[in-house]
């Protein structure tokens, strides 16, 4: 079965940065959709960025866009997410989630959760 590990939370100071790694296994040779979500208790689970995994079609939330940066190390079947200019709203439980079998991402926010294979999360904490 496919496997999602999400690394790279921990605490930070506002104004800092932060890498987030999702490493899937079995498919470093084929194409999907990769989602980053992120879920502060009581609230719902909010999509903050996708990548077409081997092209350059990102798609990004309003509330990271211009500070967070999608991008793949597609040898290693790694997709990272670049934080900067963290605050306190960026404070979650970070995800990541993949759709196989399909041709394309849908925009930020409009795939059923059901439809992903998610990892277990990641806590990223800015204080």
């Known amino acids: 079965d496919v496997q999602l590990v999400e690394s790279g939370g921990g605490s930070v100071q506002a104004g800092g940065s932060l890498r987030l790694s999702c490493a899937v296994s079995?498919?470093?040779?084929?194409?999907?959709?990769l989602g980053w979500f992120r879920q502060v208790p009581g609230k719902e689970r909010e999509e903050v960025a996708s990548l077409w995994t081997g092209s350059s079609r990102t798609d990004y939330a309003s509330s990271v866009k211009g500070r967070f940066s999608v991008s793949e190390d597609r040898a290693k079947a790694t997709v990272f997410l670049q934080m900067d200019k963290l605050n306190g709203d960026d404070t979650a439980m970070y995800y990541c989630a993949a759709r196989f079998h399909v041709s394309y991402c849908l925009p930020i926010g409009q795939t059923p959760f059901g439809a992903y294979i998610w990892g277990r999360g990641t806590q990223v904490t800015v204080s």
């Open positions: 079995e498919y470093t040779d084929r194409t999907y959709c």
